[in-house]
T-cell receptor, first 110, second 115 residues
């Protein structure tokens, strides 16, 4: 089983719709979780951290389920500018490197 | 958020030459720096982890003599691709982390093309 798994998509979603995708991780010792957004040919940028209690930032909601070892990202009222690849990132903490999923490609259609 | 500057953003070099990529943390002390490589349509792959003042730890399959990493100060790490070949053409990204957090901040990336 891969350490971090994501559905690569692409997810084709009409503008204004709600879209959600999950990411599963295999290492139960993982401590920190993030969603990064990567635009084509650019570096990944932090979208949001994922906290145990779940967190929301505007149209974006992230949740963590430790028992089932997955994190989720929900995007409401999707915009054309949300089209990107969303990378699930997991770390065991400290100075450990980040482990990236392969990313989920999201395309918002007008 | 913290700023990490990576330079150059693009470089084209001839086969057999060496290329140096710099990664600087501008407003915090980066005790740990990570170097990643990303091929088209693939995820980031960690190449190596370096802690300031010590030798880098390379991931399996990454040649340490080919990808030289130096982390001589708390604000600068360099990756040198030695004797570059066309198959080394890729997007290289650094990220830096301080002592107090697990979040790593990314440089802008370097697109290397070896011709």
């Amino acid at each position: 089983r891969k350490e971090v798994e994501q559905d690569p998509g692409p997810f084709n979603v009409p503008e204004g719709a709600t879209v959600a995708f999950n990411c599963t991780y295999s290492n139960s010792a993982s401590q920190s979780f993030f969603w990064y957004r990567q635009d084509c040919r650019k570096e990944p940028k932090l979208l949001m951290s994922v906290y145990s209690s779940g967190n929301e930032d505007g149209r974006f909601t992230a949740q963590l389920n430790r028992a089932s070892q997955y994190i989720s990202l929900l995007i409401r009222d999707s915009k054309l500018s949300d089209s990107a690849t969303y990378l699930c990132v997991v770390t065991r903490g400290g100075a450990d490197g980040l482990t990236f999923g392969k990313g989920t490609h999201l395309i918002i259609q007008p | 958020g913290a700023v990490v500057s990576q330079h150059p953003s693009r470089v084209i070099c001839k086969s057999g030459t060496s290329v140096k990529i710099e990664c600087r943390s501008l407003d915090f002390q980066a005790t740990t720096m990570f170097w990643y490589r990303q091929f088209p349509k693939q995820s980031l792959m960690l190449m190596a982890t370096s802690n300031e003042g010590s030798k880098a730890t390379y991931e399996q399959g990454v040649e340490k003599d080919k990808f030289l990493i130096n982390h001589a100060s708390l604000t600068l790490s360099t990756l040198t691709v030695t004797s570059a070949h066309p198959e080394d053409s890729s997007f290289y990204i650094c990220s830096a982390a301080g002592t107090e957090n697990t979040e790593a901040f990314f440089g802008q990336g370097t697109r290397l093309t070896v011709v």
